[in-house]
């Protein structure tokens, strides 16, 4: 969508409200910044990257294999660099991608038992090393109250016009209109 098109839309907003809303979107950039950069400095990513085992750990999850275009709405990462990534990790045997029942255009992206077992073994370590670090920032109650805001905010997307997760749907959206 141009910017042109929201800010005409969003008019009625107030200063404040930019304002605040910008000051939100800051700070939640700060603090991912500063956790991803504690989380990078693990030690136990070895024969694999952070974006790896996201992708590993979002197929795990699922326990069923993703689309393409799921993974893409799980990770944050661009469709081109899933791509690539998947290429690597199908050829290292960490994944599978098998045509869709579905949908004979597209292809189910599944993980493998050596990819499960890497998954495991760092998201183990992983985990520790969140809660390590989490507890030495907030106590429960913030905790409880961070996941709450991001639930909600990832509750509806919907709701959130101009989201684009790197599949180019908003685009198309958009052009549809």
């Known amino acids: ?3 042109e098109s929201a800010i005409g839309r969003d008019a009625d907003l107030t200063k ?3 304002a605040l809303a910008s000051d939100a979107w800051e700070a ?3 603090a991912y910044t500063k956790l991803n ?3 990078l400095q693990e030690e136990h990513w070895g ?3 952070m974006r790896e085992y996201d992708i590993l750990y979002s197929l795990a999850r699922t326990g069923r294999g993703m ?3 799921e993974l893409l709405s799980a990770v944050a990462l661009s469709q081109p660099a899933v791509s690539r990534m998947l290429m690597r990790m199908e050829d290292r045997g960490l994944i599978l991608r098998i045509p869709s029942a579905e949908d004979a255009r597209s292809t189910r992206v599944q993980i493998t038992g050596q990819g499960l077992e890497l998954q495991r073994r760092i998201g183990r370590l992983h ?3 969140i809660a390590r670090v989490l507890h030495q920032l907030l106590d429960a109650g913030q905790m409880r109250q961070m996941k709450a805001l991001c639930d909600d905010i990832c509750s509806e997307p919907s ?3 101009g989201i684009d997760h790197g599949d180019g749907e908003n685009a198309r959206r958009a052009e549809e209109r």
């Open 37 to 39: 950069r504690a989380f």
């Open 67 to 69: 689309t393409q275009r």
């Open 16 to 18: 404040q409200q930019v």
């Open 159 to 161: 709701k959130a016009v």
């Open 1 to 3: 969508m141009p910017i």
């Open 28 to 30: 939640l950039l700060r």
């Open 127 to 129: 985990g520790k090393h």
């Open 47 to 49: 024969e694999t990257t």
